[in-house]
């Protein structure tokens, strides 16, 4: 019980905060913006997540989640004193399929109209759900000028058939990939492939969870043109 009222206070008095990690152009080592990171004292953003649907208060944390994020982008734009980065806000399939959440949507489209065109929602979740509402929910976010990723691509839950059916703006690869990954030839392969997928599909791949110098050199080498990591930026407090 104490969980679950530290849980409620957290969720009702906006008891969280968020941290931004750069994502990287590794053709002029220039930031196009970054991932917001739910942080809170109360422990891991999994343990927090896992907490929050086992008592049906995920959908409440991730549009909270959402709406902070949006209202904290200002602090993003000053910091790196651009106005056009890319914002990666990531939201739980479930969160989309709830039936308020077209209400939702249209009232942060109502506020934030002006930063639609550079907020990319990051999908990732691995439990089942209502695939053909999730296609509807995505066309929605689409018609609202909201961009579309993929993440954990090649580890969770989005298959190949995901990928062509959601037709996302952007691959988040997961960070599988680049663990070791100027040791292995068939990661650098299989990146190749999807690069060209992305390529001949105006998809953008994102390679996540570059640690170290190797394995950046060998992302560009292999023609990698974005990329989130350790090594490239810590997550950071925004505010």
């Known amino acids: 019980m104490k969980t679950k009222s530290l849980l409620n206070n957290l969720i009702d008095q906006n008891q969280f905060e968020h941290y931004f990690q750069p994502i990287y152009n590794l053709n002029d080592n220039s930031s196009i913006g970054g991932e917001f990171l739910l942080r809170t004292n109360m422990g891991s ?18 549009t909270k989640s959402i709406h902070k994020a949006l ?17 990666f806000i ?8 709830n039936k308020t959440f077209p209400t939702f949507l249209n009232d942060i489209f109502t506020k ?9 929602f990051e999908i990732n ?22 961009s579309i990723a993929l993440d954990d691509v090649g580890k969770g839950w989005p298959s190949m058939q995901s990928i062509i059916e ?12 680049s ?18 997928y992305c390529d001949n599909t105006n998809v953008n791949l994102v390679l996540e969870g570059i640690e170290n110098e ?8 292999i023609g990698v043109r974005m990329a989130q990591g350790y090594y490239l930026g810590m997550p950071e407090k925004i505010n």
């Open 125 to 146: 979740e691995t439990d089942t759900f209502d695939l053909n509402l999730l296609f509807e929910r995505v066309k929605l976010l689409k018609e609202y000028g909201f």
């Open 166 to 177: 959601f037709e996302p703006n952007y691959i988040k690869l997961d960070r599988y990939f």
């Open 45 to 62: 953003p999994d343990f927090i997540f896992s907490e929050a649907k086992k008592t049906n208060r995920l959908y409440d944390l991730d």
């Open 90 to 97: 990531n939201v739980f399939p479930s969160t989309l399929i």
């Open 214 to 221: 190797e394995s950046l050199n060998t992302a560009r080498d």
């Open 179 to 196: 663990k070791n990954l100027e040791k292995s030839v068939n990661k650098q392969d299989m990146i190749k492939s999807v690069l060209s």
């Open 71 to 87: 209202t904290s982008s200002h602090f993003i734009n000053r910091r790196f004193m651009k106005k056009e980065l890319k914002l």
């Open 112 to 120: 934030f109209k002006e930063s639609c065109q550079h907020i990319i």
